[in-house]
T-cell receptor, first 110, second 111 residues
Framework: EDQVTQSPEALRLQEGESSSLNCSYTVSGLRGLFWYRQDPGKGPEFLFTLYSAGEEKEKERLKATLTKKESFLHITAPKPEDSATYLCAGGSGGYQKVTFGTGTKLQVIP | DGGITQSPKYLFRKEGQNVTLSCEQNLNHDAMYWYRQDPGQGLRLIYYSQIVNDFQKGDIAEGYSVSREKKESFPLTVTSAQKNPTAFYLC??????????FGNGTRLTVT
């Protein structure tokens, strides 16, 4: 059974304090590892897709990396507006087969 | 602006009543999905549809029903048979192997 585990569950950072969120996965035939941002009361917003080990993608203060077992979302010098829940998901098989983690709730304090 | 519209944002119902959640997209995506989100759990797939007039059960379809009469629309009915209907419901769409594109959800409370 496919599984995606995110850690930590919650993370509190001072503004400017860089850190990383972890996503461990066991997904058979991984076709893509997805990162989403979700604000309270809203739907997830797509951030990145990573397809193969060694791949990296960046967007503003966020950088996502992928190994054969894990993905990391690195946040450099975060700002309060980066506060959100970050979801990781693994896609396999048909495009309806996406397994989501439970998310990391990030709070950035001014 | 292209996107997915879910309505209403909040919905309150009494136990024993069926309720229908609306989902409309203008992205011209072939595939549409319904997910349920509960605190401390990952998103779980309820139903999905790859083409008009065809849909398949996801992991937690019991107590739910859907229809796909138009490409743009994929309503979800939460029936009285659903044991634990209070949740945040998310509709999504995609093309081929592209990432899911989500609406802003409907929060259903059943008392």
């Amino acid at each position: 059974e496919d599984q995606v585990t995110q850690s930590p569950e919650a993370l509190r950072l001072q503004e400017g304090e860089s850190s990383s969120l972890n996503c461990s996965y066991t997904v058979s035939g991984l076709r893509g590892l997805f990162w989403y941002r979700q604000d309270p009361g809203k739907g997830p917003e797509f951030l990145f897709t990573l397809y193969s080990a060694g791949e990296e993608k960046e967007k503003e203060r966020l950088k996502a990396t992928l190994t054969k077992k894990e993905s990391f979302l690195h946040i450099t010098a975060p700002k309060p507006e980066d506060s959100a829940t970050y979801l990781c998901a693994g896609g396999s098989g048909g495009y309806q087969k996406v397994t989501f983690g439970t998310g990391t709730k990030l709070q950035v304090i001014p | 602006d292209g996107g997915i519209t879910q309505s209403p944002k909040y919905l309150f119902r009494k136990e024993g009543q069926n309720v229908t959640l609306s989902c409309e997209q203008n992205l011209n995506h072939d595939a549409m999905y319904w997910y349920r989100q509960d605190p401390g759990q990952g998103l779980r797939l309820i139903y999905y549809s790859q083409i008009v007039n065809d849909f398949q059960k996801g992991d937690i379809a019991e107590g739910y029903s859907v229809s796909r009469e138009k490409k743009e629309s994929f309503p979800l009915t939460v029936t009285s048979a659903q044991k634990n209907p209070t949740a945040f419901y998310l509709c999504a769409s995609s093309v081929s192997n592209s990432p899911l594109h989500f609406g802003n959800g409907t929060r259903l409370t059943v008392t």
